[in-house]
């Protein structure tokens, strides 16, 4: 799990640079902010293969598929040195997320093979910290960069450090059943924990018959309104801060780390409520749904992001959002390896992923395209209200276990 944490970390180290040298790069490279709209695009386009690399990963297994997209993102995070013009973000960025996507399906599919059904939820919480914490690394590395040399150096700093990750992935990481360090007793723990419904079956995953389940549907609908959070603050905080709130690149260093921040504790503390809810006589899938609820109603505080006039309560707000987010998001996102096999879970999060940044796309080209018009404002209104379509679409189309 530290292991995989760290890729994590490095994932979305890689990911969150260009936000945050996004002032520098604009201005730098005359992007204007509708060009900006199709880099990021082109990024949301490219990881929306996930299925791809969830079916990978389920063919190939975790060992060498993930080995080999960790890979290749960061010889891609690199290659951004030489990047010039729009355009040529935008291909290194829609390759980037190509090979980005591989990261949730692999992160599904090692709790399912490595966690009993009991810690699934904490142990997705944990590495879903990664996510955050690279997040946070981003704007002090960045600011680093801009002083030592230029924005080129991060990309160049991140992207090698996940070629280091790659050889110690390599050199430890196996399954429970031929890792060579494990223990006879922690090797029955998992098995022993697990659902036997979840066993892998014997034909590999169909993408085709996952889609004609309404349980994919149930988790992917959801993710397709609540990814755009991720995709704001991520990739379009920064510039919003830098031209709406008048932060120069030192202030986003010493603020913008804090929604992601925020967001590490709603990794956990999703899970913590539906561990709760299950130590009382709560279902596991329902205990789920209500952390989702509850992450939603939580969102509602977003919404007002464009209206205060205080920097720093709108930084307040944008940390409540980040902590509600990743509350429902982990949870949601755990879904898959309560509801599918072992061999199916890489490819239904790839799916589920795949809609989840379907709508990052969505909101991005709609954000970069009307932004200068109608200002940031109603955006954020929309980023408040739609997690609560997705509890109701949850608690309507997910099926209890029989």
């Known amino acids: 799990m530290a292991l995989f944490v760290a890729a994590m970390i490095i994932n979305y180290l890689t990911r969150a640079v260009l936000g945050v040298a996004a002032p520098l790069i604009l201005e730098e490279q005359s992007i204007s902010t509708e060009q900006y709209g199709w880099i990021t695009g082109a990024f949301q386009v490219g990881i929306m293969f996930q299925p791809l690399a969830g079916y990978l990963l ?7 598929g993930f080995a080999a997209c960790a890979a290749l993102w960061s010889l891609l995070t690199m290659a951004h040195v030489f990047a010039n013009g729009w355009l040529g973000f935008a291909m290194l960025r829609g390759m980037l ?13 090692l709790i399912a093979e490595w966690f009993p059904a009991r810690e699934r939820g904490l142990a997705g919480g944990i590495y879903n910290i990664g996510a955050s914490f690279g997040a946070i690394l981003a704007p002090g590395l960045v600011a680093w960069a801009a002083a030592m040399h230029s924005w080129r150096l991060a990309f160049l700093v991140a992207g090698a450090s996940g070629l280091v990750w790659v050889a110690a992935w390599l050199w430890w990481y196996d399954t ?3 890792h060579r360090f494990i223990r006879p007793k922690e090797q029955a723990q998992i098995a022993d924990g697990q659902e036997a419904r979840l066993a892998a079956g014997d034909k590999r995953a169909s993408i085709p018959s996952l889609l004609r389940r309404r349980d994919l549907w149930g988790i992917a609908l959801p993710r397709m309104l609540a990814d755009p959070v991720w995709g704001m603050l991520s990739f379009w905080m920064p510039l919003y801060l830098a031209r709406e709130r008048g932060f120069d690149l030192t202030q986003i260093a010493l603020f913008a780390w804090l929604p992601f921040l925020a967001a590490d504790l709603g990794c956990l503390f999703g899970p913590a409520v539906a561990a709760f809810l299950q130590r009382h006589g709560v279902s596991l899938i329902d205990a789920r749904r209500c952390a989702f609820t509850i992450g939603a109603a939580m969102m509602i505080g977003m919404g007002f992001v464009g209206f205060v006039s205080s920097p720093y309560a709108a930084i307040a707000l944008l940390c409540l959002g980040g902590f509600a987010h990743q509350t429902l998001s982990v949870s949601v996102i755990t879904m898959a390896s309560d509801l599918f096999r072992r061999n199916e879970v890489a490819t239904a999060t790839g799916l589920a992923g795949l809609a989840g940044n379907f709508g990052v796309l969505v909101f991005s080209l709609l954000l970069g395209g009307m932004v200068d018009q109608v200002g940031y404002g109603p955006f954020f209104i929309l980023l408040g209200v739609v997690d609560l379509v997705g509890a109701l679409i949850l608690w309507t189309l997910v099926r209890k276990p029989a």
Do not use: C, I
């Open 97 to 109: 997320g190509l090979a980005e996507g591989s990261a949730q399906p692999a992160g599904q599919k």
């Open 58 to 64: 389920d063919g190939a297994g975790l060992r060498l």
């Open 176 to 178: 429970p059943q031929r």
